[in-house]
């Protein structure tokens, strides 16, 4: 059987679903490659994960369509879903992608996890979720803090030979003193993301900052994501964030059922936010000129 594979994004972040397609594939004999158009595939796979990524029009009919950014929740069917992933059809990859938990205990009205996932629960150990020839794993949890498996999992990095990123932030509310120092010891490809959505959160962000430098833990090495629905309420968080160090990055709110783009005043803000040269010498937004 020859295979087809159509990653609808075109990031440069790997699609996990399709590399465990692949993987199901490759083990029942089949070939795998990625879908060029009007060529022959005996089966094609297409996956989108962001609702605003055109659909490619010359996709057959009968191909099988999965991800977010279709509408469509549906797991992986066991079989596939535990496979390890494909890296080689993401030669540019170099580190390790997964999930240590699937779920989240919190309904975030602009987030699809509560209806794609449902209650928080254990999922994988980091040993299963390591490629042998990388010691980088970046982890998709939408909440690991809120499952005891997950913060085991963390506990027992602590000292292997192992970088930890996980892109989808922490969950600042559940930062305890006991978390903040399991976080200190652990080591980073990058930075600890949290997220601070609402001015509600600032205040809780702002202590998880100050616990996790409490426990030695750099200003610069803390990363947080402001999502911007208004510019006003968007605009105290950031110059707060700014003024314990913390790195910043704002995102516009986008309608995760809509096509519609933010509106240009949302991303000229963001944009004033994640260009760090200006928003350490521009003092206030009003003041950024672009």
Known sequence: MLVGLHDS?????????????????????????WWIPFLKYDRVYSSKVFTFTEE?????????????GYGIYDELPQEIDDMFPDYSIYPKVDYAIGFLTRGCIRKCPWC???????????????????????????FMDNNVLACPHGVEQMKDMIG???????????????????????????????QIRMSCDTDAMLDVVLTAIKRLQDCGVKHYKVFV??????????????????????????????????????????KRFARWVNHKAIFNTVERFADYKR
């Not at 490619?56 to 977010?68: N, W």
Request: hydrophobic share 35%; with cysteine.
């Open 112 to 138: 699809v996890v509560p209806k794609k996932e449902g209650k928080i629960r254990p999922y994988r150990t980091w040993q299963e979720i390591k490629r042998p020839d990388s010691r980088d794993i970046v």
């Open 9 to 33: 994004d075109k990031t440069d972040f790997p699609n996990y679903a399709l590399m465990k397609i692949s993987a199901w594939h490759k083990a029942q004999g089949d070939t795998v490659e």
């Open 56 to 68: 490619c029009p010359y996709l057959p009919e009968d191909t099988i369509k999965g991800g977010t």
């Open 225 to 266: 994501y402001l999502l911007v629905q208004d510019i006003e309420s968007a605009e105290r968080r950031a110059l707060a964030l700014r003024e314990v160090g913390a790195d910043a990055f704002a995102q516009p709110y986008r309608d995760f059922t809509s096509n519609e783009e933010p509106p240009d005043e949302l």
């Open 160 to 190: 292997k030979k192992v970088r930890v990123d996980f892109n989808q932030g922490l969950d600042a509310r559940l930062i305890t003193p006991e978390i903040a120092e399991i976080l200190s010891k652990l080591k980073w490809i990058r």
